[in-house]
């Protein structure tokens, strides 16, 4: 298939582009990093019409977002909220031109009003039902990142124990989030792209590992693996609570194990990653 991945620099862009060019498929990357054009905030944009207008397929992943550390501080400004204002009522509307067959990369954190990502979450959500799309939902995905400034938990921590060396959380580390690897998350998309006849646009298909986990035990993974290069790293719990997701707790259905289930487990996924981002610092 000629499959259009929107966001394709992304943390699950970039997996999702090299994963499925090894299945065979055409991708078509489209990501703003590559180039002015591919400014997804342009309106009009001949260059993204085009690209959708050729496409068999399209994977909505672009959005304007990051780890917590850049929720906290970005997603209440104008700039947030129009861009991804602009950058969906743009994909939309020529999803809508074209009748395309696409998947819009939604979260979790979708019903959780307080939030202007999970409210911009929502409204797209809206746009894809109206649009008989198919939306799923990730739990924090993780994996390789190219922009830091955007890291999530994960490669977050891993940078700062090789920069830094000892560091303090954001927070105290008792809130759960339910982690998936990359490349699991890129067999499911690449799954419900190949069964997309299968299901309808109210099914509930949440991404994710289905397993809790700590942000303190994500903390402990990552410290035994810098013990395992002989550099010794202490990430010290803080002292403030989570005030992203405000520790809520949302249940994921498991609609979506009828043609799908993750593989990778914490352990071996934060190894993968932490292997290969120790190559950037010489080791």
């Known amino acids: 298939m000629k499959v259009l991945n929107l966001g394709s620099s992304g943390q699950i862009g970039a997996y999702l582009t090299e994963y499925l060019r090894k299945k065979g498929h055409v991708v078509i990357e489209y990501d703003k990093n590559i ?35 850049y929720l906290k501080k970005y997603q209440h400004t104008f700039d947030f909220i129009n861009n991804n204002t602009r950058l969906m009522a743009n994909v939309f509307g020529l999803l809508e031109k074209y009748n395309k067959r696409f998947v819009f990369a939604s979260s979790q954190m979708s019903n959780m009003s307080y939030s202007p990502y999970g409210v911009m979450k929502r409204v797209g959500e809206m746009y894809t039902t109206s649009l008989k799309g198919l ?6 995905v993780y994996g390789i990142e190219k922009d ?11 940078k700062k124990g090789f920069e830094e060396g000892d560091f303090e959380m954001m927070t105290d580390g008792t809130e759960e989030r339910q982690f998936l690897y990359a490349e699991d998350c890129c067999e499911a998309l690449e799954i419900i792209m190949e069964n997309y006849t299968d299901f309808k646009p109210e099914d509930p298909l949440h991404i994710t590992s289905f397993h809790a986990t700590s942000i303190k035990e994500v ?4 410290t035994g693996q810098f013990n395992l290069i002989d550099k010794p790293v202490r990430i010290n719990p803080g002292l ?30 934060i190894k993968a990653v932490f292997n290969e981002m120790k190559k950037e610092y010489g080791y």
């Open 35 to 69: 180039g002015p054009q591919y400014n997804l905030t342009a309106i009009p944009s001949t260059w993204l019409e085009f690209c959708i207008k050729e496409a068999d397929f399209v994977f909505f992943l672009a959005f304007d977002v990051g780890g917590s550390r």
């Open 135 to 140: 939306t799923v939902k990730f739990w924090n």
């Open 148 to 158: 830091m400034d955007k890291a999530h938990v994960i490669t977050d921590f891993i």
């Open 219 to 222: 903390a402990q993974i990552i």
């Open 240 to 269: 403030a609570k989570d005030s992203v997701q405000m520790d809520k707790r949302n249940e994921a259905d498991t609609y979506i194990t009828g043609w799908w289930s993750p593989k990778t487990n914490m352990q071996e996924g």
